[in-house]
């Protein structure tokens, strides 16, 4: 590998906001050829571009060139990802993956927009009621990508059985069941939910996630709250143009400005181009996303 592209590995990995908007200003085309070159690092710009940028660009990509960008977002901004592309489309990209995170985005994505099921991290460590404290804590070493402060235990036909969060799960004792230490019951909200409804959920107000059951009342995943954030963000950039903050994101795009031609540097080579066009602080900036 050529300087260039370890120097835009660099770039993508430790500044993936600053490298979303450069990327995002490239033809889609473009966008994917990086997303080729280096496709872990380019995954996390990926997950701080607008939803349709990065969609047009994964759909440029073949199954296993996707994989690996796949797996280094969210899975909860895998799957809106995917929604934007069709079902086809999505199919296509997710045959690439590995099962265990093949077949849990594709139960979410069989719910609607707008629905807590299409809200969902699909893949959040669920742990059964059976075992021990000591057991569940292998598994959370285990199941590390899946983890979220809380810790969810199913019953025996997959149903929610009770809750309890880290700190709770290391300072119990290693022998006891883990049925002996979980809270029930649990708040939950059907997959069905709309996505209205959700954000009013009145256990916001005392967890920063919620699970979530399907039509046979198993447990299918849990919405973050940081998502439902970075959805109103995508509303509110949507109806007001801009949004405020991108003055200062400006500033630090030009900071890093001489990096982000490295990016575009990346396309051209790997598209056989004789060079990218120069970025300039003239060029239109992409919007901005917080997540």
């Keep these: 590998m050529n300087l260039e592209t370890e120097l835009a590995r660099a770039f993508l990995e430790e500044h993936p906001r600053e490298a979303a908007r450069t990327l995002e200003r490239m033809p889609a085309a473009e966008r994917a050829e990086v997303v080729r070159a280096v496709p872990a690092e380019a ?6 571009m607008t939803a349709s940028s990065a969609a047009e660009c994964l759909a440029m990509l073949g199954a296993d060139e996707a994989a690996p960008a796949l797996n ?9 990802l995917l929604r934007r592309m069709g079902p086809e489309a999505a199919e296509q990209l997710i045959t690439g993956m590995p099962a265990s995170s093949r077949d ?3 139960r979410a994505l069989r719910y609607p927009e707008g629905t807590a099921g299409a809200l969902m991290d699909p893949l959040v460590l669920a742990i059964p009621d059976d075992i021990s404290v000591a057991e569940a804590r292998v598994r959370l070493r285990r199941e590390a990508r899946g983890l979220l402060y809380y810790i969810y235990v199913v019953d025996g036909r997959g149903a929610l059985a009770g809750v309890l969060d880290i700190p709770e799960l290391m300072r119990a004792r290693a022998r006891d ?4 230490v979980m809270h029930a019951p649990v708040e939950h909200v059907p997959a069905w939910t709309p996505a209205a409804a959700v954000s009013a959920h009145p256990g916001w107000r005392s967890f920063h996630a919620l699970p979530v059951s399907d039509e046979a009342d198993r447990f299918a995943g849990a919405i973050r709250y940081q998502t439902l954030r970075r959805l109103e963000h995508e509303a509110g950039a949507r109806g007001a143009g801009a949004p405020a903050g991108v003055t200062v994101a400006a500033l630090g795009e030009l900071f890093h400005l001489g990096f982000a031609g490295l990016v575009e540097g990346v396309a051209g080579a790997a598209s056989g181009a004789s060079g990218a066009p120069a970025s300039t602080a003239s ?7 917080e997540r």
Excluded: C, M, N, Y
């Excluded at 995954?43 to 701080?48: K, M, V, W």
């Excluded at 280094?72 to 809106?80: E, F, G, I, Q, S």
């Excluded at 069941?177 to 002996?180: A, G, K």
């Excluded at 060029?283 to 996303?289: F, N």
């Design 43 to 48: 995954g996390s710009a990926l997950g701080e």
């Design 72 to 80: 280094r977002l969210a899975p909860d901004v895998a799957v809106t």
């Design 104 to 106: 849990p985005l594709r």
């Design 283 to 289: 060029d239109e900036l992409g919007p901005g996303e």
């Design 177 to 180: 069941p883990i049925s002996s």
